[in-house]
């Protein structure tokens, strides 16, 4: 409430503005009620009450003006001074949603995203906002509730309640750390002064260009435009950078754990060097510059459709049995080439640094999506070029003039044959492993 005194003839009068709402906008109308003064009875508070409650039903806001005469002698107003007021009426605020707010909270909702409100303002304002935009409205929780909630009641209550009305700055804080300590990720989106410590408690707090200072130094994010289709046009690339990062991390990791226990296996049974330090530098080499397309990357519709979290176990589950899987069918290849063509320690080198740039490289193609490859998005352009590109680049210098400068060697076209045939067969191997390695327990 906001007291202030005005000269009126001989004495001051001291104007009271009790607020009903928590704000007053740009878009806002206003207009005064005429109010006939009666004494203070309680059916006159009574009426007072039906009145607000008639247009906060509307979306209305409240603000009562009351006024009351004191000595001109007098230039402050104390807490006392606030009694024996003559009501004067209600200006009236309307505040709609912004236009394409109902479509915003549709987008995002269809992305797995729970909307609360979170507001100060009169329960029936807020139940008739989130019916304007499509949100449930039959339950809400207001800040006398929050009140006589401990820490812990509140938070077996919050996952229950999406509408919260009349609470105030700390009830705000406390709403979203609830919702913290129930493992959600909250975002928070805020304007006033009063939204700066939910802004700050949630996991990303966000704000507008139009905001107070508080609010958005409080915020990670600033909106610049009023369009409020960028939330959901945030998450869907959020959830498309992660998924790609997914990619990333289990390709790397099953590509490391199966070379290092395939280098292991080979040390123990042969007599020679499997792989020269160069080589191993020039494959890790090559594999990384395949995958640096891999951020440009399309991802399928179900990686954007639901959040996803860190799952260390999932990524140890895959990496050790893609990992195998390679490690198999270098096995396979090892025994090809010392048993079948007899190879010696060059030839050896040569035959399987081709092997391991042919399945390592071609199976990004396989294990970016967890659909079948041909039923999966079409590769980003980029992650095609780099790919291939790196693919033909490490065939080049393995098979090319410049082998001997790696300790390469020309191999025969029945060995060519015979490592393009492992090749191929365990592409088709790894898109049947990694169903098991992605589903998981």
């Known amino acids: 409430k906001y007291?202030?005194?005005?000269?009126?003839?001989?004495?001051?009068?001291?104007?009271?503005?009790?607020?009903?709402?928590?704000?007053?906008?740009?878009?806002?109308?206003?207009?005064?009620?005429?109010?006939?003064?009666?004494?203070?009875?309680?059916?006159?508070?009574?009426?007072?009450?039906?009145?607000?409650?008639?247009?906060?039903?509307?979306?209305?806001r409240l603000l009562a003006v009351a006024i009351k005469s004191i000595p001109a002698g007098q230039q402050t107003i104390a807490v006392g001074d606030e009694t024996n007021l003559t009501m004067l009426g209600f200006c009236v605020f309307a505040d709609p949603p912004k236009q394409d707010a109902a479509s915003a909270i549709e987008a995002l909702t269809s992305l797995g995203?729970?909307?609360?409100?979170?507001?100060?303002?009169?329960?029936?304002?807020?139940?008739?906002?989130?019916?304007s935009v499509a949100l449930p409205s039959g339950r809400v929780m207001t800040g006398a509730e929050i009140s006589?909630?401990?820490?812990?009641?509140?938070?077996?209550?919050?996952?229950?309640?999406?509408?919260?009305?009349?609470?105030?700055?700390?009830?705000k804080r406390r709403i979203i750390a609830a919702l913290r300590h129930r493992n959600h990720v909250v975002g928070f989106m805020g304007d006033g002064v009063n939204d700066a410590p939910a802004i700050h408690a949630a996991h990303v707090g966000i704000s507008v260009t139009g905001a107070t200072e508080v609010a958005r130094a409080a915020a990670d994010m600033i909106l610049v435009t009023p369009d409020l289709s960028v939330l959901a046009a945030g998450v869907r690339e959020g959830r498309r950078t992660f998924a790609n990062i997914l990619k990333y991390v289990r390709m790397g990791t099953s590509s490391?754990?199966?070379?290092?226990?395939?280098?292991?296996?080979?040390?123990?049974?042969?007599?020679?060097?499997?792989?020269?330090?160069?080589?191993?530098?020039?494959?890790?080499?090559?594999?990384?510059?395949?995958?640096?397309?891999?951020?440009?990357?399309?991802?399928?519709?179900?990686?954007?459709?639901?959040?996803?979290?860190?799952?260390?176990?999932?990524?140890?589950?895959?990496?050790?049995?893609?990992?195998?899987?390679?490690?198999?069918f270098d096995a396979i290849t090892f025994v090809v080439l010392l048993k079948v063509f007899e190879?010696?320690?060059?030839?050896?080198?040569?035959?399987?640094?081709?092997?391991s740039i042919l399945t390592q490289i071609l199976v990004i193609f396989v294990i970016r999506s967890r659909r079948m490859p041909w039923r999966a998005n079409r590769p980003h352009n980029i992650l095609i070029a780099t790919s291939v590109g790196a693919l033909l680049a490490g065939l080049a210098l393995a098979l090319g003039p410049w082998r001997g400068l790696f300790g390469f060697t020309a191999l025969s076209a029945g060995m060519l044959a015979a490592i393009i045939a492992i090749a191929a067969a365990y592409l088709i191997s790894a898109n049947a492993a990694k169903r098991l390695a992605i589903s998981g327990p």
């Open 113 to 131: 995203v729970t909307i609360k409100i979170l507001s100060g303002d009169h329960d029936a304002v807020v139940s008739h906002v989130a019916r």
């Open 256 to 328: 490391n754990f199966g070379n290092m226990l395939s280098m292991a296996l080979a040390s123990i049974v042969l007599p020679f060097l499997p792989l020269l330090p160069l080589q191993i530098l020039l494959n890790n080499l090559i594999y990384d510059l395949s995958e640096i397309g891999i951020p440009f990357d399309e991802v399928d519709r179900e990686d954007v459709a639901r959040p996803e979290t860190w799952n260390m176990a999932g990524i140890l589950r895959f990496s050790i049995i893609m990992g195998m899987a390679s490690s198999l």
């Open 343 to 355: 190879v010696d320690a060059e030839l050896f080198r040569t035959g399987w640094f081709v092997e």
């Open 148 to 171: 006589g909630l401990t820490d812990a009641a509140l938070v077996a209550r919050v996952d229950d309640v999406d509408l919260f009305a009349r609470i105030d700055p700390d009830q």
């Open 3 to 60: 007291a202030i005194l005005v000269p009126h003839g001989g004495d001051l009068l001291p104007c009271l503005e009790r607020v009903r709402s928590a704000r007053n906008t740009e878009e806002s109308t206003s207009c005064t009620l005429s109010i006939t003064i009666e004494p203070d009875s309680r059916a006159w508070q009574q009426k007072m009450t039906d009145i607000q409650a008639r247009y906060a039903r509307d979306g209305f």
